[in-house]
């Protein structure tokens, strides 16, 4: 009896949550329509709300943006935008972080793959302190490698 309790809880919650995470997201997304002017709202147009359209439109706005932003102009704008932003204090360090998140999520499988360093720090030379030897430049360079 309680195995099949258990089981049902691990089969309902996370279909009750993701439903629930859809239908705010939705919402949320739904909100973008009170951006429009009253006369194109859907409550003017069709008489009733229609759950998803804002969603759909915020699809819309996103996909116009990338294809704006994949073009030259596009990634001038953009870059005179990012200007713009790393002069203000506050906004500057949040939107760096978001974006260097962002980036990382969104970043095709190949680059995403972490970059790994290795440095090797020279010994001193037979057990002696540098300063013996004839001081730091008598110690071998450091070398770093770094791979992807």
């Known amino acids: ?37 009253p006369q194109y709202q859907p409550q003017v147009l069709f008489g009733h709300q229609i759950p998803g359209l804002g969603a759909l439109l915020t699809v819309v706005v996103v996909f116009v943006t990338g294809v704006l932003a994949s073009n030259i102009l596009g990634q001038r704008l953009l870059s005179f935008w990012e200007y713009v932003l790393g002069r203000i204090p506050v906004v500057k360090t949040i939107y760096n972080a978001v974006k260097q998140v962002s980036d990382t999520l969104f970043a095709p499988a190949d680059r995403r793959s972490a970059r790994r360093s290795s440095c090797s720090i020279p010994a001193r030379a037979a057990g002696r302190s540098p300063s013996s030897r004839g001081g730091p430049a008598a110690m071998s360079p450091t070398t770093c490698t770094e791979t992807m």
């Open 1 to 37: 009896m309680k195995k099949y309790l258990i089981t049902g809880l691990l089969i309902w919650i996370p279909l009750a949550i993701t439903i629930w995470v859809l239908e705010l997201i939705v919402t949320t997304m739904d909100q973008s329509l009170l951006l429009l002017p």
